[in-house]
């Protein structure tokens, strides 16, 4: 049974800096991707960064690159997500998930197949 554990949600004021980490259980790579999503009560989903464990190739949305950053340690079998220069509208609860295909770079939520339950991460002006 795949088991995805995200950590390291809070409460930072603009412009600081936290890592989201996902622990992954039962879970193997096999080709696909993992990635990281985000989501504002009332929005849709929003694809944010993704990486395939193949080749460590990383894919980013517009709204955080250059500012996150994604990572994947194959030992500890557990992804991160290192975000600075945090804005308030970074403001929502993060998730992340597994076995996913990227198809032209989009980030999907809908071609992922597994989901964490998500730590919120709050961001004050």
């Known amino acids: 049974q795949v088991r995805l554990v995200e950590s390291g949600g809070g409460s930072v004021q603009a412009g600081g800096s936290l890592r989201l980490s996902c622990a992954a259980s039962g879970y193997t790579h096999s080709g696909y991707a993992m990635g990281w999503f985000r989501q504002i009560p009332g929005k849709e989903r929003e694809g944010i960064a993704a990486i395939y464990a193949a080749n460590g190739r990383t894919y980013y949305a517009d709204s955080v690159k250059g500012r996150f950053t994604i990572s994947l340690d194959d030992a500890k079998n557990t992804l991160y997500l290192q975000m600075n220069s945090l804005k308030p509208e970074d403001t929502a609860a993060y998730y992340c998930?597994?076995?996913?295909?990227?198809?032209?770079?989009?980030?999907?939520?809908?071609?992922?197949?597994?989901w964490g339950q998500g730590t919120q991460v709050s961001v004050s002006s």
């Open positions: 998930a597994a076995a996913g295909i990227l198809f032209d770079g989009r980030i999907d939520g809908e071609f992922f197949r597994y």
